[in-house]
């Protein structure tokens, strides 16, 4: 099955620093969306993307809707150790006969050192 | 709102052996689906419904049968447990199958071990 190209694999970065992961694609997706997974949970969801160039924020978290519709990216600002966790981005085509259908990413696993 | 709810959380089985991983949400969502998590892989789609009375294989369904006789509950069955077939399983639903604006929301996961 069609996998997304996610980028960067794993960061580790210093606490208060800034971090971006992207997502691409060579379908068209009509949503982009992006979850965190902490270790022995399931992923929740931090952001819903809906439209072409669509910027949303939730708290320290920013992400954009392509304009291509084939990519996305996922910013953190400031981050703090609780940011830990493994990111992952989804996209989502609708099929006439089988509905939503999602594809995901690889993950981002990201270190935040105090 | 409890949400996705999914049980158990750990399993061990032996090769062989058949078992049901049980998936329950209460919001009413029309569309659920059940994932395998293995590491490298991502998250795969191994059974998906669209409503009740209605399911759909997805990428790798070689091994897992489903059922969806309610809206809320979607069970998925391992026939004959296979080692290949240790993993992390999450069971997902969105609100609607079709709509744009319908993210899947997930359970905390059913880890399984086969040896």
């Known amino acids: 099955g069609q996998q997304l190209n996610q980028s960067p694999q794993s960061m580790f970065i210093q606490e208060g620093e800034d971090v971006s992961m992207n997502c691409t694609s060579s379908?068209?997706?009509?949503?982009w969306l992006w979850y965190k997974q902490d270790p022995g949970e399931g992923p929740v969801l931090l952001i819903a993307?809906?439209?072409?160039?669509e910027l949303t924020s939730n708290g320290r978290l920013t992400a954009q809707f392509g304009i291509t519709r084939k990519d996305s990216f996922l910013n953190i600002s400031a981050s703090i150790p609780s940011d830990v966790g493994i990111y992952f981005c989804?996209?989502?085509?609708?099929?006439?006969?089988?509905?939503?259908?999602?594809?995901f990413g690889t993950g981002t696993s990201l270190t935040v050192i105090p | 709102n409890a949400g996705v709810t999914q049980t158990p959380k750990f399993q061990v089985l032996k090769t062989g052996q058949s078992m049901t991983l049980q998936c329950a949400q209460d919001?009413?969502?029309?569309?659920m689906s059940w994932y395998r998590q293995d590491p490298g892989m991502g998250l795969r789609l191994i059974h998906y419904s669209v409503g009740a009375g209605i399911t759909d294989q997805g990428e790798v369904p070689n091994g897992y049968n489903v059922s969806r006789s309610t809206t809320e509950d979607f069970p998925l069955r391992l026939l004959s447990a296979a080692p290949s077939q240790t993993s992390v399983y999450f069971c997902a639903s969105s609100y609607r199958a079709r709509s744009y604006n319908s993210p899947l929301h997930f359970g905390n996961g059913t880890r399984l071990t086969v040896t």
């Open positions: 919001m009413n969502h029309e569309y």
């Open positions: 989804a996209g989502r085509r609708i099929f006439s006969n089988t509905g939503n259908q999602f594809y």
């Open positions: 993307l809906y439209k072409a160039g």
């Open positions: 379908s068209i997706f009509n949503t």
